[in-house]
């Protein structure tokens, strides 16, 4: 799925010496060739094998389809499935193990099937250490996940979201702490906070992307740092949502046709200009936060206005 990046805003971030070296450590973008055997990893070098756990490596059911989802007109394509048994593979990846560190997932699926636990992405499994997050088989919310022995921590989605559209979704850790975001929207379960025993590390288990989903995924990200962070008077990096810092911009008044986007104005929070104040313009908001990695770069130190 290519991104909408030529946005109007200047993402406005000073930052701290503590995150000077976040990163994304990992992408699948997913757009690859229908008959493709491996889902590419375009940052790292976790690549997933595409396989059926039932009936063995390929051929499978498992390929790259136009999606349907993104920021803009350019969909690009995604990774679907029709097949419960199938999973791409990405078996172990040690760059995933952050430990009690702060990281973020983000990223888009469409399914309208939960007869199963359905893992967009999943590291490591229950009661030993990892992290998912997975549509739930009992009623089709999404739930995003930290694992341990016995010490198990899950934010659960305010809705149902096997409806068959497009969602985008992160889950982030934040000082220990889990949030999940669905479509731009801070979900009321989260803040839930780990237990001593809480690690998203874990040895001698797979990584796995579309595993058990019947459905398609796209765009999946892995950052080692928290989408959590908004700026204080002195310009300093402070604990907060970022949501709410996109949402602030909205506030200017109604969304501006796309006459005037040309004229040069408009609202700050439509990031896309597509006349539509909503969470793809969060997502993009947030991708940007994401990257904007580099202490020297003009549009990191901006100030908000």
Not at 129 to 149: A, M, R, W, Y
Not at 150 to 164: E, Q
Not at 221 to 234: F, H, I, K
């Amino acid at each position: 799925m290519q991104k909408f990046r030529n946005s109007s805003i200047v993402l406005v971030l000073i930052l701290l010496a503590g995150i000077v070296n976040a990163a994304q450590v990992a992408y699948w973008s997913c757009d690859q060739n229908e008959t493709d055997q491996l889902v590419l990893d375009r940052i790292g070098t976790a690549n997933g094998v595409l396989e059926d756990k039932t009936y063995g490596p390929p051929p499978n059911r498992m390929k790259f389809v136009p999606s349907g989802a993104g920021l803009d007109g350019d969909y690009g394509y995604a990774l679907w499935t029709d097949n419960l048994n199938d999973r791409a593979n990405l078996s172990e990846v040690d760059a995933f193990d952050f430990g009690k560190s702060n990281f973020t997932i983000t990223g888009w699926f469409n399914s309208s099937n939960y007869a199963r636990h359905g893992c967009i992405l999943r590291h490591g499994w229950w009661d030993i250490g990892g992290f998912d997050v997975v549509i739930l088989k009992n009623n089709g919310s999404i739930s995003f996940e930290v694992f341990g022995p016995t010490a198990n921590k899950s934010v659960i989605s305010d809705n149902v979201l096997n409806d068959g559209k497009w969602h985008w979704f992160a889950g982030v850790v934040n000082s220990e702490t889990l949030y999940l975001y669905i479509d731009g929207v801070l979900q009321t379960a989260s803040g839930v906070t780990y237990d001593p025993g809480t690690t998203a590390t874990v040895s001698g288990q797979s990584t796995f992307i579309n595993m058990d989903m019947a459905g398609s995924v796209d765009d999946i990200g892995l950052y080692n740092t928290s989408l959590s962070a908004t700026l204080n008077q002195d310009n300093a990096l402070v604990a907060g949502e970022l949501y709410f810092v996109w949402h602030g911009l909205s506030a200017q008044g109604p969304t501006i046709c796309d006459e005037v986007w040309q004229a040069g104005y408009g609202n700050e929070a439509d990031l896309n200009q597509d006349c539509t104040v909503d969470f793809k313009d969060f997502a993009e908001f947030s991708l940007q936060w994401l990257t904007c990695n580099d202490p020297t770069d003009e549009g990191c130190q901006h100030s908000w206005q």
